[in-house]
């Protein structure tokens, strides 16, 4: 009981500190997407018209209904041969990005026998890594395996598939923009959670505070359970404001209220994690500029090849392996699904909520545990 | 109910190698004041980190009314108040909701008694009118005494005071001793830690001298100032360090005296009733061997001079290095980044 109560207060104190600070701690949490959005969101490439060629080895009437779907997609533009092996040719000159062979087994259902195999280079990262999303979603309709297989420099080879909605994925727009804003989301709530636990952790142990809580008779788990709580009311500020900017700059988000709150839930349970990962650091780390490189360090390549700025399909495959285990990756996975189609089918985000949950768990342990024993000591 | 407020037996605190606190024992009496006094890293701060639980011995017993601190840590954590050496007010932080989240975590309820405290507590630091300002914006002594009355929020029977004037000019520290004076004039046992002399001379009931983890006397003022003898302490200060050794072999050979050398200080006891013979014997002497002083002295013995005799340095040595506080104002600048 106390534990709740004991936590509250510091939870309170956190957030005066916070109100205290406040034009300090907004311009800085600001400043990232601003810069990302406005900046970066503006020179990325706009992949309308996409060139993509389609080779119909199927010819049934759903295989003629896939490919119309795709006709209907304004950031495509589909063009159909019947020769693989020119489609194929023509991907290696770099005239098109992406070929897409309707295979004789389409429409299938069967979880081996793949009924649409996509080719395509890394030549033009953005390029594929919208259309990709967009031509699986298509043929999950279809309840169809997609089997991609890269020819760019470095293969890797992503089956994907599902039920997707087809009309909720037309609502996307396809910019860089758009791709963009879904992936700040993460960064704002990484980049504060690491910065604004750890620093003010170890500032309140330099500045003696810690010591003074320490001396009260309150449950030592408190000071964590308090800055976790704080921390993801913070990340929710942060995440709110960085879709706000993205927003005013005129990207647009698919999807309506369900999306915002997902992506809360996804902000708040991130920041619960790496609120506590920055815990464990600072009680570790005895210096503020120490710890604010390492952080960086932390945080950068954790957003980097979480599909955040670039998708996860166009990294090279040492990143693309390591991105499985980056919990970025699955946030990234369910904000960019609602950002740019407005739905996301229910088990995979069931899945990937489960992931990052399982995350945050692991490491609020954790750091629960480093404070236990914990003692003042050096 | 015990007749102690603290009993420490045999308290050895290591850190890694280093020795700390080297099996000191003393037992403070309940509504006393008592004094800490001892150089930087004598292990002041170390004992009382002990005693809250703050570090764990190394080994030795602590209890603090009568009980263990390795059994009883909670119970004993709500009857001491602390004032650490550092002053940890919370600049981003109003006087009030300094008191208020400290009144919370010491559990003080309901909310109307809680209220009732911090407005006393306000009155007694006299900042009532600056109960709504920022902590950050306050000068030295008012922080210092926001923090006295903050440490005190839960009522404790036990006050540990760490260095409590520090930094503070004669005003406040006057100030400061006046409220530590009032705060044990209503029962509240009082420890505090000081490098000033004066300051023990001034509040303390009984004082233990400690130096480099060691106690090397206990006692009360009267008490101590015999360590150092009945006699006066006649004090002379050579114009040349070199000239030291000489006035001290005049004393030696010429009064037999026992002299202590200190740089360019030289002290030693003379027997009550010879003062003034020494004094101008000494002059006569010195003149005689052409040895120019730049002053001569003779006093009763303070603390100072116990200090220096068991010691062999005079507090006003020990200086504090400055680079804990230059990192605590980069601190403060960064804290609010959350
Ligand atoms: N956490 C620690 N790790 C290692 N050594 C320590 C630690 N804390 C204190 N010490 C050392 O123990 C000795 C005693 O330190 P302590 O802080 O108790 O001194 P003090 O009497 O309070 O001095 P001051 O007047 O400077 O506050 C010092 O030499 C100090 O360097
Ligand atoms: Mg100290």
Redesign the pocket.
């Known amino acids: 009981m106390s534990l709740l109560t004991d936590s509250f207060t510091l939870f309170k104190r956190e957030m005066l500190i916070f109100r205290s600070n406040l034009k300090v701690n907004l311009i800085r949490s600001i400043i990232f997407p601003l810069v990302f959005i406005v900046f970066f969101g503006n020179i990325g490439t706009s992949i309308n018209n996409a060139p993509i060629v389609v080779v119909n080895s199927a010819n049934n009437p759903q295989s003629l209904s896939f490919i119309s779907d795709l006709q209907a997609n304004n950031y495509l533009s589909i063009s159909t041969i019947t020769d693989e092996a020119t489609a194929l040719g023509m991907l290696q000159n770099g005239k098109i990005q992406i070929v897409v062979v309707i295979l004789p087994t389409f429409p299938s259902s069967k979880q081996n026998v793949p009924g649409i195999q996509v080719y395509y280079s890394n030549t033009q990262q953005s390029v594929t890594g919208f259309a990709l999303p967009i031509i699986s979603a298509a043929a999950a309709k279809f309840d169809n395996n997609v089997q991609s297989v890269n020819k760019g420099p470095s293969a890797s080879s992503n089956p994907s598939g599902g039920q997707v909605a087809s009309n909720a994925l037309y609502a996307a727009n396809g910019n860089y923009k758009d791709f963009l804003v879904g992936g700040i989301v993460p960064m704002v709530v990484v980049f504060g959670s690491l910065f604004g636990g750890g620093i003010s952790l170890i500032s309140d142990r330099q500045l003696g505070n810690l010591k003074a809580f320490f001396i009260t008779p309150i449950n030592r788990s408190a000071i964590v359970l308090s800055r976790i709580l704080s921390g993801s009311v913070v990340a929710l500020l942060y995440a709110f404001l960085a879709l706000l900017i993205g927003v005013l700059d005129g990207a647009q988000i698919a999807g309506g209220f369900e999306t915002i709150a997902v992506i809360a839930i996804v902000a708040v349970i991130l920041s619960c994690g790496f609120t506590s990962v920055a815990l464990i650091l600072a009680s570790k780390i005895k210096r503020v500029d120490a710890y604010a490189i390492f952080s960086q360090v932390v945080g950068l390549p954790l957003w980097f090849i979480s599909g955040g700025i670039i998708p996860v399909q166009s990294l090279p495959s040492f990143l693309a392996a390591v991105s499985v285990v980056d919990p970025l990756t699955y946030a990234n996975t369910i904000i960019r699904a609602l950002t740019l189609q407005g739905f996301i089918a229910f088990d995979v985000l069931l899945l990937n909520l489960g992931i990052i949950s399982l995350f945050a768990i692991v490491f609020i342990f954790l750091c629960l545990k480093v404070f236990k024993s914990s003692s003042t ?2 | 109910m015990a007749e102690y407020a603290i009993e420490i037996d045999g308290l050895v605190k290591k ?1 890694g190698d ?1 020795t ?1 606190v080297n099996g000191i024992s003393f037992k403070i009496k309940k509504g006393e004041i008592f004094g800490l006094l ?10 009382i980190n002990v005693v809250l639980g703050l570090l764990k011995l190394t080994s030795g017993k602590i209890t603090v009314n009568g009980l263990d601190i390795k059994k009883y840590g909670e119970e004993i954590k709500q009857r001491i108040g602390l004032m650490t ?1 550092e002053t940890v007010v919370e600049g981003d932080l109003t006087a009030w909701e300094n008191l208020e989240i400290f009144a919370e975590l010491y559990h003080v309820s309901p909310a109307g008694e809680r209220n009732k405290r911090i407005v006393e507590a306000l009155k007694e630091a006299e900042l009532t009118d600056f109960a709504k300002k920022k902590a950050g914006t306050f000068s030295g002594g008012m922080k210092r005494r926001l923090e006295l009355v903050k440490s005190m929020i839960q009522h404790p029977s036990i006050l540990i005071l760490d ?1 409590p004037t520090t930094g503070l000019d004669i005003q406040n520290r006057t100030n400061m001793w006046k409220h530590i004076k009032e705060l044990n004039s209503l029962g509240v046992t009082i420890i505090l ?1 000081t ?1 000033y002399l004066e300051e023990a001379d001034v509040l303390c009931d009984r004082i233990a001298i400690i130096d480099h983890g060691k106690i090397k006397a206990i006692g009360t003022v009267s008490e101590l100032k015999k360590v150092v003898g009945t006699g006066r302490i006649l004090e002379v200060i050579a114009e040349n360090h070199g000239d030291a050794a000489a006035i001290s072999g005049i004393l030696k050979t010429h009064f037999k005296l026992k002299p202590e050398i200190k740089v360019d200080k030289v002290t030693a006891i003379v027997e009550i009733g010879h003062e003034e013979k020494t004094m101008s014997k000494l002059l006569i002497e010195l003149s005689k061997k052409r040895i120019k002083i730049s002053s001569v002295s003779m006093h009763m013995p303070t603390l100072d001079d116990v200090f220096m005799a068991l010691t062999g340095a005079s507090t006003r040595d020990a200086t504090h290095d400055d680079n804990s506080s230059r990192m605590d104002s980069m601190m403060r600048g960064m804290r609010g980044m959350r």
């Open positions: 000591e050096e | 850190f280093f700390a001892g150089p930087n890293g004598a292990g002041k701060t170390t004992t050496q260095e830690t490098q």
